[in-house]
């Protein structure tokens, strides 16, 4: 009889080890936070900034797969973010100036968060092509013109700029007949939508007979765009002649171009 009790309390006692064995084992691969390189990080308009998520798990066991992670955004308006790959990688990408918290979540409540600040973005004028003067002849007349125009040396994102542009011509009628003659200036930047109230157009329409000089100068405020995802703001302006009959063509056109400056 004290045999058989003996032989179970240490049948009892074994499979409570055995147990308890495999309890530690499950636990010693649990989850139990994220970790990330760096907890908050600085950007400019148009980055992105890509981390892997580390798993912090029990008795620093070995995990079973890749546990899947979610990720918001506290202000998308500054900071978007999405999850890429297998591996689950918190891509960031920064679109307009400000600050937000990214937060990642795994296993249901296990959580970590990041910082993000964004700053506007700056550039500096890099170079300006396209010629400033042609001549040209169009229905019977001939017109000689001048593109000048005043573009900053540096833009930032969010920021508005005060920008002219002159075109100058002198249009000669070789028939002896009145020309009808449409000047246009043209601006656009190119890291948004070429849609209006970013193009801007100014005609005038001056007769040469035989001849006349005559210019048009248009001004307006040019706004950088404060989310321009990478874009190099670009401002292309150019005049175009009209002449009596026809589609106006292109005269004239100059592109100035900017580069980013890194923070």
Excluded at 32 to 39: G, K, M, R, V
Excluded at 102 to 116: D, K, L, M, P, Q
């Amino acid at each position: 009889m004290l045999r058989t009790i003996w032989r179970s309390c240490a049948v009892a006692v074994f499979l409570l080890i055995v147990s308890s064995c495999k309890d530690d084992e499950a636990d010693a691969g649990r989850v139990e936070a994220l970790s990330f390189p760096s907890s908050s990080a600085t950007l400019n308009v148009g980055d992105t900034l890509r981390m892997v998520p580390g798993y912090v798990t029990t008795s620093g066991g070995a995990i079973v797969g890749t546990p899947a992670v979610e990720y918001t955004s506290s202000n998308p308006a500054v900071a978007t973010v999405e999850a890429k790959g297998s591996n689950y990688a918190m891509v960031i990408t920064a679109v307009g100036a400000g600050t937000s918290t990214i937060t990642a979540t795994c296993c249901g409540s296990i959580h970590a968060t990041i910082a993000v600040t964004v700053t506007g973005g700056t550039w500096v004028l890099d170079s300006i092509t396209g010629a400033s003067s042609a001549t040209w002849t169009e229905n019977g007349g001939t017109m000689s013109g001048v593109l000048q125009f005043n573009v900053p040396q540096q833009v930032s994102a969010g920021e508005s700029y005060p920008i002219s542009v002159t075109f100058a011509a002198t249009l000669t009628s070789n028939s002896g007949a009145a020309l009808r003659w449409n000047i246009d200036s043209y601006v656009t930047d190119l890291s948004r939508n070429l849609s209006a109230p970013y193009d801007k157009f100014d005609g005038k329409f001056i007769n040469a007979n035989p001849s006349v000089t005559d210019s048009i100068t248009t001004t307006w405020l040019w706004p950088v765009s404060a989310a321009v995802h990478g874009n190099l703001p670009t401002l292309i302006l150019q005049a175009r002649g009209d002449g009596s009959q026809g589609p106006p063509t292109t005269i004239l056109r100059r592109t100035a171009y900017y580069h980013k400056v890194m923070p």
